[in-house]
């Protein structure tokens, strides 16, 4: 009797049969296709296939014994796979690969093969043995990653393109703005800086990334106002904007700065960047105040001769005799009348220019309040003999402001009263002091203002539709009388009704009254 | 009495006639002068009682007038009315130390109450 020992299974000549059975039958049990071809004959036909590789390619037995493996393949011979197995079964090596085969449905499933030569005593090979899986299913799932994936790294190569265009887009804006543009990091340190800035400041790139601002170009930025804006009020959250930093520049001398200044608040890369946008307004400041000399000028180059004009026209009054018609009267009148408007309308025009670029400046002084409302008043009262203007009440004798600015509010509102008011004979002025405000009402009984009129008549060029047909002006008076008072951290206001006559009043804070009167 | 003297200095010729007239019409003796440099000499020489004083003059500018006559201890005391159509007029003549100050173009009420009273005080 002889034993035959593989190592793993071992079984005596008696049992050889019964043993043989169950190996088959175990084989048969497996859900795994397996096959032996003989590789001693011709075309390696095969000579043994279980059960599950029946099951697996839909062919039975008789139609399997004998045949060789590629029958599986069908026509799709072109698999690279196949150059594999060739190899192998010339060298007798195993080998796994991954093919498509085809059912005897026709239907396609990926066979997992594992394909192990049978090697004799001799050394030669005589058997291969090919186990077969059907891994369609995971083979589809991977066939379907490798999809998503390729989706995936195309959107992903496609969101990259955009982002790459649109940061390309936006660094070209950013070159292009006529305006200095420079990016800090949270300590200050520059990390770009874009065109115009190097244009406007005379440097290159090299001298100004990378470096403090404080250090760039031997510290032409170390500007102490600079310097707190950007370490004490930005830090608390609140932009900068429109700030004027007057500065002797190394390079390109006294320049007047308008600096707007953000910090950034995203979470991420960029938190705490700082963004300062510079605009060189010398120049415009420079020509705004040329406009306003030259208005200065004209307004007093065409005072000169109405000066001259006004008071021989109320000369004319005065030597006017007795016994002249009234149609002559009225004549030498309406002139002085339209002398004084056109005075005002010369008088507007340089302070609009200046309301419009913001260059009011405010001579504030001390002065006797009370006084200049009477001078004022008699002014008025010298120019209109028709109107009696009455004073009531006090406010202070001594106000801190712009007289000049106040007078031209008073007679504004002294002219609107009396013009508005051709029928009536009296304007009232109300002088009074409210906690710690002064407060002056000039309360005409005129033809009143419509509601809807009553807020915009404070707005610049604003006028009354019926009233423009009637009444000559340019509506700027109240705009120019808000602004005055605004400037005074005071308000001015209407109270009016329709043909009932308006009130006009403002309040001016008392703060800044000298202390000690 | 002699009539009070008030020397008036302006560049523009029509402005002079015109204030001329009316000051004379309200009894003064006037001394125009349109330039500007002799109105200190013309001070000395007149002795006038009150200055009418413009700003805006070529060469010598009404404020420089001023400082001349309020460093000068012969002139210092005279009162001056500075006349001027500029915006900011007020305040340069107040700088300047005027005494008072009438805005161009101005009444003529308003011109002889403002030089009755400097002469009254």
């Given at each position: 009797m002889e034993i035959l020992d593989n190592g793993e299974f071992s079984f005596s000549h008696d049992n050889l049969q019964r043993d043989f059975d169950l190996l088959r039958q175990a084989l048969d049990a497996s859900i795994t296709g397996i096959i032996i071809t003989d590789h001693?004959?011709?075309?390696?036909?095969?000579?043994?296939c279980n059960s599950a590789f029946e099951k697996l390619s839909g062919y039975t037995r008789k139609e399997i014994i004998g045949h060789n493996c590629r029958f599986l393949q069908r026509e799709d011979r072109n698999q690279k796979e196949r150059l594999i197995l060739r190899e192998a079964i010339q060298s007798g090596k195993d080998c796994v690969v991954e093919i498509r085969n085809y059912r005897k449905s026709g239907e396609l499933f990926w066979n997992e093969l594992y394909m192990s030569p049978i090697i004799d005593e001799n050394g030669k090979v005589t058997h291969f043995i090919g186990v077969q899986n059907d891994v369609t299913r995971r083979k589809k799932a991977e066939l379907e990653l490798l999809h998503h994936q390729q989706v995936m790294e195309q959107k992903?190569?496609?969101r990259t393109r955009v982002i790459r265009e649109s940061e390309e887009y936006l660094a070209s804006i950013y070159q292009t703005v006529r305006e200095s543009l420079i990016v800090l990091d949270p300590n200050f340190g520059v990390l770009s800086v874009n065109e115009h800035f190097l244009k406007t400041f005379k440097v290159s790139l090299g001298e100004t990334e990378g470096k403090k601002l404080y250090e760039l170009g031997n510290g032409q930025w170390d500007i102490p106002p600079l310097k707190q804006l950007l370490e004490d009020v930005l830090p608390t959250n609140n932009p900068v904007e429109n700030f004027e930093v007057e500065h002797d520049f190394p390079h390109i001398g006294k320049k007047l700065m308008l600096l707007n200044a953000h910090r950034i608040e995203l979470e991420g890369k960029y938190k705490d960047r700082i963004l300062i946008a510079i605009e060189d307004i010398t120049e415009r400041r420079e020509i705004e105040r040329r406009k306003d000399d030259f208005l200065s000028i004209a307004s007093h180059e065409l005072k000169t001769p109405l000066t001259t004009v006004k008071g021989y026209v109320q000369m004319m009054s005065r030597f006017m005799p007795e016994n002249s018609s009234d149609k002559f009267k009225g004549v030498v009148e309406k002139t002085g009348v339209y002398i004084d408007r056109l005075n005002n309308l010369i008088s507007e025009l340089l302070d609009v220019s200046r309301i419009q670029t913001g260059n009011i400046e405010l001579h504030k002084e001390q002065f006797d309040f009370d006084k200049m409302v009477h001078e004022t008043?008699?002014?008025?009262q010298a120019a209109n003999k028709d109107h009696q203007i009455i004073i009531k009440g006090k406010a202070t004798n001594s106000f801190v402001g712009d007289e000049s600015h106040l007078i031209q509010v008073l007679n504004n509102l002294l002219s609107n009263a009396i013009k508005y008011a051709p029928e009536s004979r009296e304007v009232l002025i109300y002088l009074s002091t409210v906690s710690n405000?002064?407060?002056?009402?000039?309360?005409?009984h005129g033809m009143g203002i419509n509601i809807e009129d009553q807020k915009r008549?404070?707005?610049?060029?604003?006028?009354?539709?019926d009233i423009q047909q009637h009444y000559p002006g340019m509506g700027i008076g109240l705009y120019i009388c808000d602004q005055i008072i605004k400037n005074h951290e005071g308000t001015l206001w209407v109270e009016s009704e329709k043909g009932r006559g308006s009130t006009f009043s403002f309040t001016l804070p008392l703060n800044e009254?000298?202390?000690?009167? | 009495m002699s009539n009070k003297k008030i020397l008036v200095?302006?560049?523009?010729e029509g402005i002079l006639d015109m204030v001329s007239f009316i000051l004379e019409d309200s009894g003064y003796d006037v001394i125009p002068e349109r330039n500007s440099m002799n109105v200190y000499n013309l001070i000395v020489k007149e002795r006038p009682d009150l200055l009418l004083l413009d700003l805006w003059m070529p060469v010598l500018s009404g404020d420089q007038v001023l400082k001349v006559l309020k460093s000068n201890p012969e002139t210092s005391g005279l009162p001056v009315i500075v006349v001027s159509a500029s915006t900011e007029g007020a305040k340069i003549a107040h700088d300047a130390g005027a005494s008072d100050f009438l805005?161009?173009?101005?009444?003529?009420?308003?011109?002889v109450n403002r030089v009755q009273h400097m002469l009254a005080s």
């Open positions: 001693q004959q011709p075309d390696n036909p095969i000579i043994y992903i190569e496609e008043v008699e002014g008025m405000y002064l407060k002056v009402s000039v309360i005409d008549i404070f707005e610049r060029f604003y006028r009354v539709g009254r000298a202390g000690n009167e | 200095c302006d560049d523009d805005a161009k173009p101005f009444d003529i009420e308003q011109l």
